[in-house]
């Protein structure tokens, strides 16, 4: 088994693995990690408990450049299907946002709108989001994907089981083209 500092993570990202308290990667991480850096889409079959979320932000929050705020659209969006996992995914988002300097914004429904407006507002470099809260916000015209550079869709074959494909589809579709893609399921048809 690699250590973390064998899988070419920024000395910021390192410096959040160690905040995190991780010592050596799971096996998702170390075989997601290259490949993210590399800028590769991927397709992972792991599901909660595996280590999958720190094998996408580390590598994704490791290359991304620090945005300034107001100023920015988000380039990394994370979907995953409810509130808890989105909750979840953001507080070890945050974690390794205070060390490579990023801005997280979480948004799911059952909250006001109020305070996630105004946060994606002030300009943010990463989003976490449920579908449904998502295209809402979408349809309100508060956030904007046309900069997205990494779309992780988290526990995918949960978000198809709770009826979420057209909300996912609508915002698959308003990021470019070219952006990478990165889907962990826990299954995979
Ligand atoms: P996840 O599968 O992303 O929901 O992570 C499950 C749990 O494993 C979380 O509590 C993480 O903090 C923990 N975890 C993730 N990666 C590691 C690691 N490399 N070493 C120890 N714990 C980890």
């Known amino acids: 088994m690699s250590n973390f500092a ?13 905040r995190l308290g991780y ?17 590769r889409d991927l397709i992972a079959a792991a599901s909660t408990g595996t280590g999958k979320t720190a094998a996408f932000l580390l590598p994704t929050l490791s290359t991304l450049p620090r945005g300034t705020r107001g100023k920015r ?6 979907v995953s299907p409810t509130r808890e996992l989105a909750q979840q995914i953001a507080r070890t ?3 390794i946002a205070r060390k490579t300097g990023h801005f997280v914004t979480t948004v799911f429904g059952g909250t006001p709108y109020g305070p996630q ?3 994606i507002r ?4 990463v989003v976490i989001a449920t579908p449904g809260r998502l295209n809402d916000l979408m349809e309100r015209d508060v ?40 889907l962990f399921s826990a299954t995979i048809d």
């Open 6 to 18: 064998d899988l070419g993570l920024s000395s910021s990202a390192l410096a959040a693995v160690d």
């Open 23 to 39: 010592e050596q990667p799971t096996p998702v991480q170390e075989q997601a990690i290259p490949l993210v850096l590399e800028g």
């Open 73 to 78: 659209a988000p380039r990394v969006l994370v």
């Open 93 to 95: 988002c945050m974690q």
């Open 117 to 119: 407006i105004n946060e």
């Open 122 to 125: 002030l300009g943010t470099d």
């Open 143 to 182: 956030v904007d994907l046309g900069r997205i550079e990494v779309l992780v869709l988290d526990e995918a074959d949960r978000m198809l089981d709770m009826g979420f494909l057209p909300a996912v589809t609508t915002i698959v579709d308003a990021t470019p083209a070219e952006r990478q893609t990165l």
